[in-house]
């Protein structure tokens, strides 16, 4: 390690990544107070009562009740727990766990499959287990305590609460599709809700339900028809369920009310179908396009609507106040139209999605800044504005190399885009320590942040980026309108074109009905604009900076904010704020100048941010500032099956290894003395390992006497 100026002139071509990998040395991952990680200070959390019962406030973001003029942003803490990793921790556990969640600046928290948890080894309907209902009534006071939030689903597992089941983390069941069509079906998910959510919490003195800190109940956690078919497809299977049928054929005679009717409209209409019989069949095949397939997705929009109506009325009826949503991923057309009443939008989503654990499960190892973070544009074009949005669920998967991006761009889109919440999808988002004795943390893996050191990292900047305020909300809006049924096609798989949604890396966009907005500014039905179009409408107007740098053809995009910069060919994102400064980079041909921090140069790619961690303070008058800088991180003992590290052999064991790394640093300030020192994954500074006077200006490598980490103190005097 060295500080000088002198070794940044020769720069010459950028060097390869090290292939060397650096095992971590720390045990336990719990923070002390005071550490430079814990964020009590900058994000503090508040009592939870009436007055801050979170609700859609005046401009339809998160908001207080007492001051619903004022936005939230909340941060989201995904537990997604189950035996293999854990369950529902102890008591003593569950105190400690909150309130290291809060420390590390989380408001809200997920809690995903507590049926299956709660039904897991019963062989009877509705046999909760004693100790998992009880723990989980502890966590959610315990998390209350601590000032998070709580965000519901109303039904993860496809079991239910039905007993005899050993499958309940796996697709197998029907009851999401059921409960539209089977009145014992929809009234065992109501029989959930009461004995769930509605049985009185010990620890708080009140039901689930009625709780102030429940903000948010998803009826049903990717419920959609279409897309419930999809997960349960199988060779050899029929697209379409025949509990289907009937239904479907009612609806058709409502709406055409003859057989001739319907054959004017369906060219292949065979000779054996009858609508007076109920006889129409269900499409043959959910990918080939056709009359059929429309008139099926617009049938799904009226079913799934009815549905919404019907589940809120069993959450209000309960005592329910907070906010209420389904339908969180397929960014569909159809599924847009299904989403229009809802009082707020969820939405799940990833790069490089991964199938599972099992050998052979495949990663494509390609850069989320190479499509242009389409994985967030898909969901920024599925928003309903005027109403709360929130993420719940996304990832870069693991073992993805370039999975350091998503701790820059999603937290900074997010808050381009003014969301309300924002949940990074795992098995916790942390953990209290490495070597617990549970299958899935035992080594790092897909869909588990909490072991992996590129992932926290993600998630310590995002609480910085994105809850803090670090990046701002566009005030450039863009409406896709939308009329109606009038909008399907017959492509199941419809969804907003990728040539308008780039618009959601300038300003915000969202979908709205397209009677309450006028065609300057907005992307119209049908869709024949571009986002170039749509650009100059902007600039010509004045909503958009004349100097804004987007160029399309370039693949440069530039927030209407000028605080985002995307390079789609270089494989690099920019983020410059006051009060933060960040880069993820797949490559550097030259130095990257953030504005107070450059980056001269890199070994390899990742992830570099700069924050000030002075309350109130900017990266220009800070005197204590965080550096993250992340490369890669595997198991092990990992073994591939290729040698581009695409398909795992053997995910590995523990201890963590991250990818050897250095890059070079100035600072656009100087100063009588500064220096530089490493802080452990658990929040432990260490000695400083450079320190200077004057200009500020030196190497930093994660290669280090205390083993390798992702985050160092850099102080100023």
Known sequence: MFATAAVLLALGAPARGSDQWLPVREISLELRPGSPLD??????????????????????????????????????????????????PDHDTADRYARQLAMRGYNIARLHFVDASLMFGRDTDFDFDPETLDRVHYLLAALKRNGIYWIVDGLSSPRGAYGGFDDRWDVGGDLKQALYFDEKAFAHWKRMQETILGRVNPYTGIAPIRDDALALVILANENGLEFDGVVRDRPGRVPYDAVLATPFNDWLAARYGSTEALANAWPDLQAGERLEARTIALPADRYADSPRLRDLQAFFVETERAAIARMSAVLRGLGHRGLISTYNNWPTIQTALSRRDLEAVTMNTYHDWVSGYAPGSTTTQTSSIADGVNYIRMIAAARWLGRPFVVSEYDHLFWNRYRYEAGLAMPAYAALQGWDTLCRHGHGPIVLAYGEPFAHKKAMLPYAIALDPVARAGETLAALLYR?????????????????????????????????????????????EAGRIGETDAVTQPRRQSTDDILEVLRERGVLAGNNSTSVDAGIYQSSTGEILLNRFAGQLQVSTDATEAAAFSSMREPLDLGVMRIERADGNGLVALSALDAEASLAKSRRLLLIFATDAQNTDMVFRDTEEKVIEDFGRLPVRIREGYVDLTLARTVASWSVSPVGLDGTVHPAVARGSGPVAFRLSNDLPFGPTTYFLLELR
């Open 39 to 88: 964020f009590t200070s900058l994000l503090p959390n508040g009592t939870i009562d009436g007055d801050h019962r979170l609700i859609a406030g005046n401009d339809g973001r998160l908001a207080f009740a007492k001051s619903p003029d004022k936005p939230v942003r909340m941060l989201c803490a995904s537990l997604a727990w189950s035996p293999a990793s854990g369950g529902f």
């Open 468 to 512: 803090r305020g670090d990046v701002a909300t566009s005030g450039v809006t863009v409406p896709f309108a939308m009329r109606g049924e009038e909008d399907l096609s017959d492509d199941m798989q419809a969804r907003e074109p990728e040539f308008l949604t780039d618009l959601a890396l300038i300003g915000r966009i969202g979908l709205e």
